[in-house]
């Protein structure tokens, strides 16, 4: 049976559930300074991976009676 090998982007999506499940953070204030400190770039690359988590999760949710 093979294993599943872990991707790089599993690897860092990890890290980044990690950071955010730290309920003792607070997320309006690293919204804050992330809009104060990085490129438009890092913010816009942000919002992708924002929208395509949203779309994944509705996928989820939909009745599959089709």
């Known amino acids: 049976m093979r294993r599943h090998i872990i991707t790089r982007e599993e690897r860092e ?3 980044l559930a990690n950071i955010l ?3 003792r953070l607070d997320l309006e204030l690293m ?3 992330l809009g104060m ?3 438009s770039v890092v ?3 942000l919002q992708i991976i ?3 988590a949203k ?3 509705e996928k989820d949710y939909e ?3 089709r």
């Open 37 to 39: 400190n990085v490129s």
């Open 63 to 65: 009745p599959n009676d």
């Open 43 to 45: 913010y816009n690359r």
């Open 31 to 33: 919204g804050y300074y």
């Open 13 to 15: 999506v990890n890290k």
């Open 50 to 52: 924002s929208e395509t």
């Open 21 to 23: 499940a730290d309920l």
């Open 55 to 57: 779309q994944t999760k």
